[in-house]
């Protein structure tokens, strides 16, 4: 029929987030998509429908694409180096060192380039970047981003105390470039600009306050990191002596909840901090194996956080964390959780429901429609071939959860981004 | 010269353990082997040796296999699947079951091919078996682990009590064929016959005293699991109330300490245990992944046994544990011991030589000499090319730190036993 012209429909084992506690599964079913959003899914075909429109993945898994929300585009090239360092040492070793190389515009496009295409090739369709202090560097982000089709928030850093002579900012320089970054991208495409100031200890007032009335301007999110370590936050606190904490530092300065606002790692935070984080404009992001290597200090407790609504996702926080592998942050999420509630009982592990629905469609909350396939929702999408691992007399979600556990990038066969494959 | 015509020298960045706080790490070097043994590693070749004979590996780096001492070869299938269970429940849903279907010879030869091709492409050269129940089946292991050259322990597993119908043996019968596996193989080459009682609670004292007789009287090792859990724990002491603990119901049935002896987990030992474990024919296996998914409970403090000089080395624990990648297993210990610290401050967190030294020269030293490239050692190696994740000016060090954590089996571009390629 003329109707289904355009449609195509997608075959497969279809498995998708509803709720934290829900999983849809539909086995051998068809996922039908126009201009790239998905209408419906549907255990037969409509009559009539065209047959060069489907397209039959026969028994692999169609799920959707990863969120990774929060990563840091400039250190790709360190991750897995300095495991065994302590944070601070860890920054100033590699870290600082490796992210000053980005005033070099041929070393951003080149790192950057093979930044995302390994995004892709680990089935990450969204993403959340942390960038470095350089404009030019940060343009050159944001335009490979557009160029591949992901959907993104990526800024220019900032950083303007604090921090080593070799790569620290100007106070009015640093807002100047950053609105210069924001007027352009703020009502881009799928690749929008967020503000991003690195961390309260390596930002001064004045910046925040800056950034802030930014944010409120142009209407941008806020991504950064809060409630890290024990440490950092007594250096917080001796930084900024009126204030509660860092939370109250970025609330004041329009940087927490106003606009949304994506906040990495949010271990160790008091009633205070979990208020303002129940916005529904907040969103936490557990980083599970970073947080176990460098960041060492404590564990999320994510079933906490679950439990009392507060939003909820998942970050690779490349270089700290190591792999670009969202299903291996699921995985880790929920072990890190049961080695937590060992120790910590009165919080539950998380189970693979739960952390799959962080990386899907609780990570894609501020991007248009992702992360699920409900009416509406945009065709971002992975096919899982789990073959190789010789899936025998296994449901679909047993299969999801040995992907997550054993599979890697070789298992996912197709990306989809708007109904479109993504070349890798 | 006629002295090297028998020689191969293999050129690269050479890594080993020479104990568990230093690692030798030898750049652009030559590891000169003959009939299959390391004879020395030297910087230049010596005058006149055959050009031929250099194997160049260029700036890979080459490091000793892996070693995967405790792994369960008939839970190959199910590695990944019903990871949220609790472990009664899991071995009862998933694992008895599967491991009964190795009463079919057909099914028993192919899953164990597919696990020793996966062990051989994960770069694990020496491994611990846990076998089925089953004579034939086990027959069929211990072959396929031959005819592919790997070094292992095998044997017949035993279980007489608390199992399900369809998976117990009778006493007698065990013993039995227990005693017929280790006379045809407690001489064999290199893979060699071990006792392997399941655990305490599906052992009956007599069964336990028979396999403590025949390890005994043939000389063979052992190799089961002790300490895993609390509740295990408990029902050990209910089933065998004139023992103290598991370890004295293994110990006064001559199956700890008497013969070189493999524990997985040991992760609730107290000092009386401790004590026993300290003997230097004693090994207690870390399964890090296997310890968060299933066996929830505790984490085995790792730095406080290697301060005691008790022999650890690492286990996949296969199919609690999901990954065969020892690689892994090593960036696990880590991680894993970092966030037990986070929690038990009084254990500090195991480093990258630590777990190193766990991986390959510890865990190995119940084989030939393997694990290292002194002196006398096989050269039992694995080649590392990491030009896939973009190694610029990092050292050697850095690199195999990298590999752990963020590599695969991709990366492993050689495999070789006893100087021989091993074709995967």
């Keep these: ?112 380039t093979l930044f995302v295409d390994e995004l892709l090739r680990q089935g990450t369709l969204h993403v959340n970047c942390f960038p470095s202090i350089h404009y030019e560097a940060s343009e050159i982000l944001f335009d490979i981003l557009e160029q591949r089709g992901l959907f993104a928030f990526t800024g220019k850093l900032n950083m303007d105390q604090n921090s080593p002579d070799y790569y620290i900012e100007d106070t009015e320089q640093s807002i100047i470039d950053t609105e210069r970054f924001v007027k352009k991208h703020h009502k881009s ?13 390596t930002c001064s007032e004045k910046l925040l306050a800056g950034l802030g009335s930014l944010s409120e301007r142009y209407e941008v999110p806020v991504h950064s990191h809060m409630c890290e370590a024990v440490n950092e936050m007594k250096v917080v606190k001796e930084l900024f002596p009126k204030y509660k904490n860092g939370a109250e530092i970025f609330y004041k300065n329009n940087l927490l909840g106003q606009r949304p606002t994506i906040m990495a790692h949010c271990i160790f935070m008091d009633d205070d901090v979990l208020e303002l984080m129940k916005n529904p404009n907040c969103m936490a992001v557990h980083c599970p194996d970073a947080t176990a290597n460098i960041n060492a200090g404590g564990i999320m407790p994510v079933k906490k956080l679950l439990k009392m609504g507060i939003n909820l996702a998942i970050g690779s926080d490349i270089g700290s964390g190591a792999s670009l592998s969202i299903a291996r942050g699921i995985a880790s999420t929920i072990e890190h959780s049961k080695i937590r509630n060992m120790f910590d009982p009165q919080w539950e592990a998380v189970n693979l429901t739960e952390a799959f629905y962080m990386a899907t469609r609780s990570g894609g909350r501020y991007f248009k429609n992702v992360g699920a396939f409900e009416e509406g929702y945009c065709f971002n999408a992975l096919v899982i071939d789990d073959s190789n691992m010789y899936s025998e007399d296994i449901t679909p979600l047993e299969r999801l959860e040995r992907f997550c556990y054993v599979g890697d990038d070789r298992n996912i066969c197709m990306r989809y981004i708007m109904g479109k494959e993504v070349e890798i």
């Design 189 to 201: 495409g799928n690749v929008k600009a967020a503000i991003v100031p690195r961390f309260t200890i």
């Design 1 to 112: 029929m003329e109707k289904y012209s355009k449609y195509k429909a997608f075959k497969g084992n279809v498995i998708y987030s509803k709720s934290k506690d829900v999983l849809i599964i539909k086995e051998n079913s068809y996922i039908l998509v126009t201009d790239g959003v998905v209408k419906e899914i549907c255990n037969q075909l409509p009559y009539g429908f065209p047959k060069d429109n489907i397209i039959d993945f026969g028994n692999k898994l169609i799920i959707p694409g990863f969120c990774d929300m929060h990563v840091h585009a400039p250190q790709f090239l360190q991750r897995g180096i300095g495991m065994d360092r302590e944070l601070l040492d860890w920054l100033n070793t590699y870290t600082y060192p490796n992210e000053a190389k980005f005033n070099n515009k041929d070393h951003a496009r080149r790192v950057y």
